[in-house]
Each structure stands twice: as structure tokens, then as C-alpha cells.
């Protein structure tokens, strides 16, 4: 009972940590916070919040500050500090991302691949007005958009079930996933690019969209019910 009493539950700050470090000098103070933010980060697999830094750091330390000192000493390294998906994270520099493909067969060492056009279109249709369901996205693109398309977005944890629409029969909506902005370097979806950004990075083409030119992945498995939804999860 001591022992399951002495456990802390998962992201709890450590009762002994000193954050304020009074007895240090400012200097050096400062350099066991960057060092501390820093560690959090290298030791997380996701982006780690600002919140959560907060918790190893005084309560009068700029957080910001901190994090430009930071991204100023990893100047010269192959990977920096990022803001994205809410958070921080360590990424390696995109000028490596050649050598890492070679080594490992991965771009950038992420492990993501490039989505198909139909995918992306898609995609790029439930970031900009999301929540939606499947039978607004049909309507957007006037042609059925399949299940199987959908499932393979939630597949790769880049769309979730969002709220029930209101609509009669209560269909689910779409909604994009934190994994969504990881995978794409966004902080927000603010930071969402817009249609030419898409199209100069070889995603989409405006000329065949305004020709009626929706690509065929878009209407595999016609005439899915709508309500049916594969790796169905609250986002």
C-alpha cells in the first residue's frame, strides 16, 4: 500500500524538483532551465506543450525566451527546435532529409509518405471547413467520395470522427487530427496553406479541378451508407 501510494500519476510535476533555483546565480540559472526545457523535449515522442515545460522551469521564467536561446545554440546542428501540433519538438533539418532518405528510406526521417492526390484533396477539404461529413465533402466535389477513402485517412491518424452533424440521420463529421499538423510542420490550422501553396507543391491542379477533372480515388466503394465510418474515434 506505501509503494502504491508513493507513485505519481502520469504527468505529474515531481513533489522534490526546484524550479526556482534561488540559490543559484541568474546565469546559471538560466542555463539549468534551457538545459531542463530541452531534455523534455529530446525525451518526448510527441510535440511537448507549453504547459508541460512550464512544469521544470520558475514561475517567473520566459518560456519564450528560453526557447530562442535554445534554437539560437542548435544553429549549427542537422536538427532544430520546432513549433508544431501545439508544442515543441525536435526535427532534423530539411537539407538532411537526402541522407536520411538513403539511410533509412524515409523522408526526413519521419516516416511519411507522399498521400495520392485524391487523399490529399480530400484532405485539404476537411482541414478548410471541418467538421464536415462525408456527404458535404460529396457535394463539394460532385461525385461520391468513398468510405474506403476516408478510412484510409483515419487509417493514418490524419482525420477522426468529430460531433454528430445535425443533419437528419445525425451523420458523423471529419475533423483533423494533431497528427495531421505533426505531419505537415503546422503549429495551427491557421497556418493551414492555401490552394496556390498546394498547387506549387505539386498536391493539386487547379486547371483539372475547374475542368471536372476529381481525381478517381475519390469515388471507390460508390454508394457507402453514409453513416458508415471506419477508425471511428472521438478526435
Request: net charge negative; proline share 6%; with cysteine.
Amino acid at each position: 500500500m506505501a509503494e502504491a501510494s508513493a507513485r505519481r500519476k502520469p504527468n505529474e510535476q515531481p513533489a522534490l524538483l526546484d524550479t526556482e533555483l534561488e540559490h543559484l546565480p541568474a546565469e546559471l540559472r538560466w542555463r539549468e532551465w534551457m538545459g531542463r526545457v530541452e531534455a523534455l523535449v529530446f525525451a518526448a515522442s510527441e510535440p511537448v506543450p507549453r504547459e508541460v515545460l512550464a512544469r521544470v522551469v520558475g514561475k517567473n521564467c520566459n518560456l519564450e525566451l528560453i526557447i530562442d536561446d535554445i534554437r539560437a545554440e542548435l544553429a549549427g546542428r542537422p536538427y532544430e527546435l520546432v513549433s508544431v501540433a501545439g508544442g515543441w519538438q525536435h526535427r532534423t533539418r530539411k537539407v538532411f532529409g537526402d541522407a536520411i532518405h538513403a539511410a533509412f528510406g524515409t523522408a526526413a526521417g519521419e516516416g511519411t509518405k507522399e498521400l495520392p492526390q485524391a487523399e490529399a484533396l480530400v484532405l485539404m477539404c476537411i482541414a478548410d471547413f471541418q467538421p464536415i461529413t462525408r456527404g458535404e465533402l460529396s457535394s463539394f466535389f460532385g461525385k461520391e467520395v468513398s468510405c474506403d477513402l476516408i478510412g484510409m485517412l483515419c487509417a493514418q491518424d490524419l482525420i477522426a470522427s468529430g460531433p454528430r452533424s445535425p443533419q437528419p440521420g445525425a451523420p458523423y463529421t471529419y475533423v483533423t487530427t494533431k497528427t495531421f499538423l505533426s505531419q505537415f510542420g503546422l503549429d495551427t490550422l491557421r497556418q493551414l496553406p492555401d490552394f496556390e501553396a498546394l498547387e506549387d507543391a505539386g498536391l493539386l491542379s487547379k486547371e483539372k479541378l475547374l475542368a471536372g477533372d476529381i481525381p478517381a480515388g475519390l469515388a471507390s466503394g460508390e454508394g457507402d451508407g453514409e453513416d458508415d465510418v471506419v477508425g471511428e474515434q472521438a478526435p
